[in-house]
């Protein structure tokens, strides 16, 4: 009985970081997006 808990709580967690990781990778941003260029903190005016 313990056995068959195991596996069924082992492929939850399998499943969820599969899910995980599968949506983390199309939530990147488009090829034709560009950074915006940094600005050194010295020419922000603080």
Do not use: C, H, T
């Amino acid at each position: 009985m313990w056995i068959l808990l195991f596996i069924l709580a082992l492929a939850f967690v399998l499943g969820s970081a599969l899910i995980l990781l599968r949506s983390s990778n199309l939530s990147k941003p488009p090829k034709d997006v560009k950074p915006q260029p940094y600005q050194k903190d010295e020419d922000s005016g603080w």
